[in-house]
Each structure stands twice: as structure tokens, then as C-alpha cells.
């Protein structure tokens, strides 16, 4: 079986991208310093979208980049999929 994986960014991420299509219970690794690290996924997970490698707790910081893209509308768990069903908005216009 050909391994999955997904892309850690920036080490502070909390979130991954998917590099495939990763289906419910599937494993996956990602490639975090010099080690490689296996998660399982709690959905259906699209390729280009965001999976949580972290707990990130309602009102919590969604990380990619770096930066924060988002918070959490409800508790997230390690290999959820992270997209519009739990992320608010935190833009701001100045």
C-alpha cells in the first residue's frame, strides 16, 4: 500500500495539508523536522485541505504558515479535518 502524506509548512503549524485524498481512518504521515510522524484521519479529507496534528480547543488558534487563518468554532481533535464546518473568520478590516 502506497503511503500517504500530508505537508507540514511552518514547524509552529497546528495544521497540515493534505497532499492527497485521505478517506476516514485512513494513516498518513507527515514529515515534521527530521522525523516522520503517523496520524489517522477522523474524515474524508479532500487533497489541499487541512488537517488538525494538534487538540485545538474552541476559541483556539488556527496555525498555518505561521500565521493564524482562523479559530476554532468547536473542539477540534488530532486528524480532524479543519475547514469551514469548524473555523470562524477572525479577519479584520483596519
Known amino acids: 500500500m502506497k503511503k500517504k502524506y500530508a505537508k507540514l509548512i ?5 495544521v497540515v495539508t493534505s497532499v492527497a485524498d485521505i478517506d476516514e481512518n485512513d494513516v498518513f504521515n ?7 510522524k503517523t496520524f489517522a484521519s477522523n474524515h474524508n479529507v479532500p487533497f489541499g485541505h487541512k488537517i488538525a496534528i ?10 498555518k504558515y505561521g500565521h493564524v487563518i482562523g479559530i476554532a468554532s468547536i473542539d477540534i481533535k488530532v486528524g480532524d479535518w ?7 473568520d477572525n479577519y479584520e478590516v483596519r
Not at 30 to 36: L, M, P, T
Not at 54 to 63: A, L, R
Open 30 to 36: 507527515v514529515i515534521i523536522g527530521d522525523r516522520e
Open 54 to 63: 494538534q487538540e485545538i480547543k474552541k476559541g483556539g488558534e488556527i496555525v
Open 82 to 88: 479543519v475547514h469551514i464546518h469548524n473555523v470562524m
Open 10 to 14: 511552518v514547524p509552529n503549524d497546528n
